[in-house]
Nanobody
Framework: QVQLVESGGGLVQAGGSLRLSCAAS????????MGWFRQAPGKEREFVAA????????LYADSEKGRFTISRDNAKNTGYLQMNSLKPEDTAVYYC????????????????WGQGTQVSVSS
């Protein structure tokens, strides 16, 4: 079992940066791939980024590629999402998730989820 807790969200102006953290409690975290998703009011949960268990392979949604960076530190049981050049349309609740499947992009392919952290970007 893996339990996840996100942190690092907040309110920033357009063009600013935030770094989200995802702390995992399970000792098997290093055996799981990890993804970040976000959900804005009235919208479905959408894929943001994913990273494999070793950190050697990453995937990004087109809207985030070049602005966001996903990473992980298995020694600390923690995943990260560095967000730069934030835009108002990035405003959403951000969730981290873990799965034994190889870097999937669909939310229903993930087994474990955090509670989410709010990111708000003002214009």
């Amino acid at each position: 079992q893996v339990q996840l807790v996100e942190s690092g969200g907040g309110l920033v102006q357009a063009g600013g940066s935030l770094r989200l953290s995802c702390a995992a409690s399970g000792r098997t975290f290093s055996m799981h791939d990890m993804g970040w998703f976000r959900q804005a009011p009235g919208k479905e949960r959408e894929f943001v980024a994913a990273i494999n268990w070793s950190g050697t392979r990453t995937l990004y949604a087109d809207s985030e590629k070049g602005r966001f960076t996903i990473s992980r530190d298995n020694a600390k049981n923690t995943g990260y999402l560095q967000m730069n050049s934030l835009k108002p349309e990035d405003t959403a609740v951000y969730y981290c998730a873990a799965t034994r499947r190889p870097v999937p992009t669909a939310w229903y392919q993930y087994h474990y989820w955090g509670q989410g952290t709010q990111v708000s970007v003002s214009s």
